[in-house]
């Protein structure tokens, strides 16, 4: 039980790292996607007008015009889909629930209008909503979604329905990644239309339109809705900016999305003006001609912002010859932004202080110490907060000062964590319910499961060493002179955390990863053994195709905008020009030739166009080896 619990959370682990290093390098390459919006279309001469990022995110008043013209999109007879009558009723939100059960799509007319009516309810709503047990009895909090239908019905079936005498609070991600992102904010906004005093929602660091363009929604949003897609993605913008922020319950519990930080203020964050913040990963332009850009943080240059976990606000770099942006934040605008990403991309470590969260690369983390001093100060009992996936769905810490309730079940894969939800009463003892949705691993053995969710994490392991191939084996020939192809385990683990930085257990994971030689020394270039690209690209050199392969997550993004029609297909001079973007805002030394060149290899039908579903599978690692023991799962 020992080593299966041991395993289980290093298994975790290892997918909470790659998580947050995704997250980290979402937030250094968000000036990248500001970029895009703001001067793709002014440079591309064959392409003008907005017709990228900034066409499907921008919020004109034009835009904003068109939003409110759901009313002549016509619902045509052939459509079995569930149908809506405005305003809403109970009726309404069963017949969604029934609907979705049954993987039905509603219309792009009714989601219109229902986020349109969303827009009105939440313009009405304060930064921090203050609710009580007193009138319902209990108050139940859910965390983290991410798409996951599936919990959010299990949900509602183990605990009911919101109505008056069953309060919800769902406090942010309701988002990215899962499939069904668009129902569970159809669900969710659909009951908060009919019972506004008795479902609450709170912001979460995925409500955010730069986020969902890498982590899945965008993509989701573009394929049910097509047409319409635009509009619905304009609009939601809007409506992410109107969320609440934070909600206290009997004002003496604070539950945010993220956490706090030593300057988190909830006096002066009941002032700001959160409708400016349609990312949080940008702080907002004084205008549209001006801008700011977001830096991983060093260490911080402005005093007030160093312990939050965007510390460094500067221009983009001057090589690329952009025009002036010379925007700068005034002292308030500064307070207010850190007060906006702190409360949503914050997590709590077991050490006294505040410290900018580097892992994430937003919010900081914060110790006992400052819950302690923001609970004293206001007067409060617990703080819960969600954010981060665990594995038993809860967590306390800080001395159960903290509560961490994370919702979706399965997060990373089929068997990797279980949900939770929490119930307030108004003695305020939270009580756990804990779930998990269940597909094929009922029939597996716990140590079955076991061994399948660690071979997942395994995987994407290997593809991140895969990744950074080049960086590993130079830091690894830096502990071997001689070229004799093996180091020590301690030189290893030491060149693994210092190119990936990901603060997991080496030692014990070697085995799994590389292989020892008689002398007990490590022969480090087994760690590529199992990996290799599916398809051969010719004339394209190996460092060319590493690096595709650890950006193809950011290039899909840039290329699914360019493709406006959806049909999968970009031209070769698309594909150059984005790609010197792209490659000059990473520092990337890669001449035009060679991106020709590789252009037209991946062209293999020579029709000047590229297929960009294709271009992923060319990069697509595979694992040439199954475990020796698969046949036990």
């Known amino acids: 039980m020992a080593r299966l619990e041991m395993r289980r959370r290093y298994t975790l682990n290892i997918f909470q790292s790659i998580e947050y290093a995704e997250e980290q390098t979402q937030l250094q390459l968000s000036n990248f996607f500001t970029f895009m919006m703001d001067h793709y279309a002014q440079m591309n001469e064959q392409h003008p007008g907005p017709d990228l990022i900034s066409d499907i995110l921008s919020n004109s008043i034009e835009g904003q015009k068109k939003l409110l013209d759901y009313e002549t999109i016509e619902v045509p007879d052939s459509y079995d889909g569930p149908r809506l009558s405005f305003p809403l009723s109970v009726s309404d939100t069963n017949i969604l629930l029934h609907a979705f059960k049954q993987e039905k799509i509603l219309h792009a007319r009714y989601v219109l209008q229902l986020f349109h009516e969303i827009k009105k309810f939440l313009k009405q709503m304060p930064n921090v909503v203050h609710l009580t047990t007193s009138y319902s009895k209990q108050i139940t909090v859910c965390g983290d979604l991410h798409g996951k239908l599936e919990d959010l019905l299990l949900i509602f079936y183990k605990n009911g329905l919101p109505s008056p005498e069953n309060t919800y609070l769902f406090n942010g991600d309701f988002v990215d990644r899962g499939k069904n992102s668009t129902e569970i904010l159809i669900i969710l906004f659909a009951f908060l239309l009919v019972y506004p005093n008795n479902l609450h929602m709170n912001r979460g660091n995925h409500e955010d339109p730069i986020m969902n363009l890498r982590y899945g929604f965008t993509k989701e949003v573009m394929l049910k809705y097509k047409i319409h897609a635009k509009k619905i993605l304009c609009l939601l913008e809007d ?27 909830l006096d002066f964050l009941t002032s700001i003006e959160r409708s400016k913040y349609k990312s ?68 709590p470590k077991n050490q006294n202080g505040c410290l900018p969260n580097s892992f994430r690369g937003g919010g900081c983390y914060f110790g006992p110490d400052i819950t302690k001093k923001l609970l004293d ?250 475990r020796k023991d698969s046949n036990r799962r």
């Not at 109107?242 to 999305?257: E, G």
């Not at 001006?290 to 606000?313: E, P, W």
């Not at 060149?597 to 599978?617: C, P, R, V, Y």
């Open 239 to 265: 409506i992410y900016s109107l969320l609440p922020l934070a909600t206290i319950i009997d004002s003496k519990v604070l539950i945010l999305h993220g956490g706090i930080s030593d300057t988190t203020d």
């Open 377 to 626: 100060r206001y007067n409060l009992k617990m703080l819960i907060r969600s954010h981060e996936c665990k594995q038993e769905g809860y967590e306390l810490s800080h001395n159960g000062k903290v509560i961490t309730i994370f919702s979706a079940s399965n997060y990373y894969d089929e068997g990797s964590n279980r949900g939770a939800y929490l119930k307030l009463c108004p003695d305020l003892i939270p009580r756990f319910v804990q779930y998990q949705v269940s597909k094929c691993t009922r029939k597996l053995t716990l140590n079955q499961r076991m061994s399948a969710v660690e071979d997942s994490a395994l995987r994407a392991l290997q593809e991140q060493l895969f990744a950074h191939r080049s960086d590993l084996i130079k830091a690894f020939k830096e502990y071997d002179p001689d070229d004799t192809g093996k180091i020590s385990i301690s030189d290893w683990a030491s060149s693994m955390e210092a190119v990936l930085h990901l603060d997991l257990p080496w030692r014990t994971l070697r085995s799994r990863l590389a292989r020892l030689v008689s002398d007990g020394w490590v022969e480090y270039l087994s760690c590529f053994e199992d990996l290799h690209i599916e398809k051969s690209i010719k004339a394209v050199q190996p460092s060319l195709v590493e690096t595709l392969y650890r950006y193809k997550a950011d290039l899909e993004i840039v290329f699914n905008i360019i493709d406006k029609d959806h049909s999968g297909l970009i031209s070769i001079d698309e594909f150059r020009q984005t790609w010197k973007l792209f490659t000059s805002h990473l520092h990337i030394s890669i001449d035009d030739a060679t991106i020709d060149d590789l252009a037209h290899s991946i062209d293999s039908n020579k029709d000047g166009s590229i297929d960009f579903n294709e271009f992923l599978e060319a990069f697509q690692v595979v694992h040439k080896f199954e």
């Open 280 to 347: 949080s990963l940008k702080p907002p332009r004084p205008d549209s001609e001006r801008n700011i850009l977001i830096h991983k943080g060093s260490g911080g240059q402005q005093d007030d912002v160093r312990n939050g976990a965007i510390v460094d606000i500067r221009l983009l770099d001057s090589s690329l010859h952009l025009p002036d942006m010379t925007a700068e934040l005034t002292v308030n605008e500064q307070k207010e932004w850190k007060q906006v990403v702190d409360i949503m991309w914050s997590d």
